[in-house]
């Protein structure tokens, strides 16, 4: 209850002096501030004992991959997190003993006595659990938030976040950068899939009812307690608004009507009880999010009312005007309260340090967000006396719980209601005891119905099934429901067998998977023609033909949609392929309905709306509505241009290139063996770029399956002259490239060029090998032709 002067005048009022006799004769009323709460107390006591160095540390959150329990015994860090390729012990695909084992190596770093009366402030760990626990090998992987947004069931969403939790809580983690938020607005985004919808009321319904599932409900003895981590609203604001999709990009216009779009989530999860709300990278008319004062704090807090903490997203703040990743004070001044800062910690938090005791920051500045993070450690339990390890805490250790029959239950729930149908001639729902042909490489590939953020940060790649074991492929489970209704189903990839008699084939093909900038695109065509190839096979042969497209995004199927005779918008459905074939199969009824509005067109440009959709945001078919589509127009000038062969870009190896440290292969470029270390480097963005370690000998090869074609174009880096002979080798042709190399040296990223005026047999293989020991950055390979009279690099 607040006393201030209005309460004051009220209590004089009512002993019978009059607002004159106030304003006169009465002794002057001092305003008094809200009374302190419990926590409050307990607050400001922490902060009396607590060092500049150790407050500062409370704002630094680093990844795992770059410092030792020994530093956060040193240091106290607030915070930690794992990254999207990070893992215990560098081990990315850890069993969840490892992670659980981790948490309490770092827990019992961070509550080391300190001297005299200095507190000790337990460290929390943050992660990525964006569609389940699914950093970890066997968690359950639920759909991504595009699909659930067509579910359009809340109370779903709100038990996925309880399953999700509970999982999380079995490595002994604390806290989820969970939900995303995002009103996507152009679909060529690449993170278009963690958007519930263009729709802002659908995304605050359902984000708010993640919040609910991962927190538990404000004021109920169940809020933040055993089975609930702490949740995040990322990213604040208009991340999904940027112009042309465009990842970190900006967003311009109008405040109030940005804010009438893209703001609208944010209140449903203050409401909800959100603990911690994330900044984002994008701009605003200019300004970077991390630096926008006007916004963080202005809108979000004073405006909104949010009172938790405020964390920073991978290294953003370097990006505002002035600032780097380990010299920003300007972040803190606008209104962030943690830094993720993954690898440049040490000189951050000095230069903070350096900076409130030079006044730059003011010490009542930093107390406040130190605050809230002790806020968000209190309502944790972390900050009890005698509060317990990770390993002690509720659901820890419990293997069990990973993949569970019940929380894989509830995901196959999901991904039914998820399922979208768009077309339907007849074919479905597929009768029982019918002949069935599976075809497509996606039908029997789990981790592309997963997408990104799956194990690893861009998902695929090397992820075979043998990284699910609690899981099950679309083709599988296609497979057990036709026995169980005296059927059968082959799995045919390829459709070598499209000329059989079959009653039906089922084409499951899309997108890889990707994550952030990495699935950025110029326009909505999807240019692997696979799942096209086949349903015209099976066109030809006389078989009706299912489509199931696995993609995070409406992308223009007009072509498919002609030849298909049913077609179902699938998403990334994850881990549960049952949820797929309960719809095929007519085990549950097609419930799902767009949430983002489908392309007519192929270009890309955004829709949201009537205009321009095949399809508008509702539209959704019942099993039982066969009414004719009618033919589609299939004219797509994108279709005839030609392009540039991207062997690796923007952190992603091409599907056809394979990499190997002299003969041990490096899926998408990262990874170790015969002298080379690769790991991912941040050259503009996130890990877009790798940083290649050389040992005395060491070679790296990359190669193209299927042969190419065209000179060569590499955007590299060296920061120190080579101190011992590197070869190139391209097809059968070797040359000396150290002195090329000794020139740029020191001199940021540069390009090599490799014509045939230089090397005449290109051809598909390009290895590099270092005599002595090198650290090369490596952040574009392109091949194309060049311009005649284009000259080499050396």
Known sequence: MRVGIFAAIGALLATGCTPAQIGTTAPAITPQAAPETDEDVRVADLLSRMSLERKVAQLIQP???????????????????NGGNGGPYGDEFAPASEWLRYADEMYRASIRPLPGDEPVIPTIWGTDAVHGHTNVPGATIFPHNIGLGATRDADLVRRIGAATAAEIEVTGIDWNFSPTVAVARDDRWGRTYESYSENPRIVAEMGAALVEGLQGKP???DYLGAG?????AKHFFADGGTDQGVDQGDVNGDIEALKAIHAVPYPAAIDAGVEVIMASFNSINGVKMHGNRALLTGVLREEMGFEGVVVGDWNAHGQIAGCSVDDCPQALLAGLDIYMVPDDWKGLLENLVAQVEDGTIPMAKLDEAVGRVLRLKLRLGLLEEGAPLP?????AGDDALLGSSEHRALAREAVAKSQVILKNDGVLPLKEGAKIVVAGSAADDIATAAGGWTLTWQGGGELDNSYFPNATSIAAAIADEARAQGGSATYAPDGETAGGDYDAAVVVFGEEPYAEFVGDRKTLVLEDSEGLDLIRKFNAAGTPVVAVFLSGRPMWMNRELNAADAFVAAWLPGSEGAGVSDILFGRRDATGRLSFSWPAECGGAPVNGPEGA???VGYGRALSDTAPLGPLSEDCGYLTQGSAATWYDMGRLASDISAYAGETRLP???GEGEGIVARGLDRTRQEDAREIAFAPGARLTLSQGDGGSGDYRILYNLEAQPTGKVSLTLGETTID???NLALSAGKGWREMIITQDCMPDLGDTLSITSEAA?????ARIVRQNMPEGAQCSF
Not at 64 to 77: G, L, Q, V
Not at 228 to 232: G, L
Not at 391 to 395: G, T, W, Y
């Open 614 to 616: 095949l399809f508008p």
């Open 228 to 232: 609930r981590v702490a949740a995040t």
């Open 391 to 395: 390993s002690q805490r509720a659901n």
């Open 774 to 778: 090198m650290t090369l950055g490596i």
């Open 668 to 670: 998408n470029l990262i």
């Open 219 to 221: 004021g109920t003895d």
């Open 737 to 739: 490239i150290t002195r």
């Open 63 to 81: 990844q795992i991959n770059s410092f030792t329990p020994e530093d956060m015994a040193r240091y106290r860090f607030g915070s930690y997190l």
